[in-house]
């Protein structure tokens, strides 16, 4: 039971570049949740899934584009990078009736 | 912005000692939750605690929560040097009821041993 797993866990991209950032969960969930953490920081809600099929925007979703492809992944794209989507990024679940949220060890992100 | 504020954000004491955070919020909640963060790691759930709760404790963990002054705590007894980490409150506020989280920036908070 690998809870929840993010790929890739580094990366450095050069200002203009696309990539996807992938979250898989294996305990069922309902919701899913990407998050950026910058130093020193707490986590800001970058875009969730309350379901399979549905997403919303959370605090700072400008520049970023989401996919919930099934119960498992979500995926978080960015299209063009910019050197302030420099950060570390969370997925999180979140099961239908509990509040706790469960979270992935992190993509660190470099743009350059 | 930010819904919680911690205080302090860096707390550093001795091991032994007892560790006191303490989470500020604006708006109504369900219940606001504690997650502990190791350095270069995810975050891991600690304690819950409901709107209608005043107190709780899992092992050396006391989470209470003051709904009037929109304040809770966080108290570490008997503190040890595996508890360096920062620690996060999360809020659940009634307007997003249970469908999103809100955290706050953290205490960094190390025990020397």
């Known amino acids: 039971n690998a809870g929840v797993t993010q790929t890739p866990k580094f990366q450095v991209l050069k200002t203009g570049q696309s990539m996807t950032l992938q979250c898989a969960q294996d305990?069922?969930?309902?919701?899913m949740y990407w998050y950026r953490q910058d130093p020193g920081m707490g986590l800001r809600l970058i875009y969730y899934s309350a379901s399979e099929g549905t997403t919303d925007k959370g605090e700072v979703p400008n520049g970023y584009n989401v996919s919930r492809l099934n119960k498992r992944e979500f995926s978080l794209r960015l299209e063009s990078a910019a050197p302030s989507q420099t950060s570390v990024y969370f997925c999180a679940t979140h099961p239908l009736v509990a509040e706790t949220q469960y979270f992935g060890p992190g993509t660190r992100l470099l743009v350059l | 912005s930010q819904q919680g504020e911690e205080d302090p954000q860096a707390l550093s004491i001795q091991e032994g000692e007892n560790a006191t955070m303490n989470c500020s919020y604006k708006t109504s909640i369900n219940n606001l939750q504690w997650y502990r963060q190791n350095s270069g790691r995810g975050l891991v759930h600690l304690i819950l605690?409901?709107?209608?709760?005043r107190e709780k404790h899992s092992g050396r963990l006391r989470v209470t929560l003051d709904t009037s002054k929109k304040s809770s705590s966080l108290l570490i007894t008997a503190s040890r040097a595996a508890d360096t980490a920062s620690y996060f409150c999360?809020?659940?506020?009634?307007?997003?009821?249970?469908?999103?989280?809100?955290f706050g920036e953290g205490t960094q908070l190390t025990v020397n041993p």
């Open positions: 999360a809020t659940d506020a009634v307007e997003t009821s249970g469908s999103r989280l809100t």
């Open positions: 305990m069922n969930h309902n919701s």
């Open positions: 605690i409901r709107s209608n709760e």
